[in-house]
């Protein structure tokens, strides 16, 4: 199984989109994005909770 997250799915007009195995895994790699990409530093706390709603889990066939 593989956690993932698109900004598009909290509605930004943006087509980042990362994976990781775990949530703490992930969770970085939005952060840094936010920081770079939207200036975001830090994310808004209702931005936060709009991205953990929106991370999906993948199941794979293997």
């Known amino acids: 199984m593989t956690k993932e997250f698109a900004c598009k799915d909290i ?3 943006c087509g980042f989109k990362a994976s990781a195995k775990t949530e703490e895994e992930l969770m970085p790699k939005i952060v840094q994005h936010a920081k770079e990409a939207h200036k975001l530093d ?3 706390a209702e931005t936060a909770q709009k991205v953990k ?3 999906k889990e993948k199941k794979g066939w293997f």
Do not use: Q, R
Request: hydrophobic fraction near 55%; proline fraction near 22%; aromatic fraction near 0%.
């Open 42 to 44: 830090p994310i808004p």
């Open 11 to 13: 509605g930004m007009s």
């Open 53 to 55: 709603a929106a991370i």
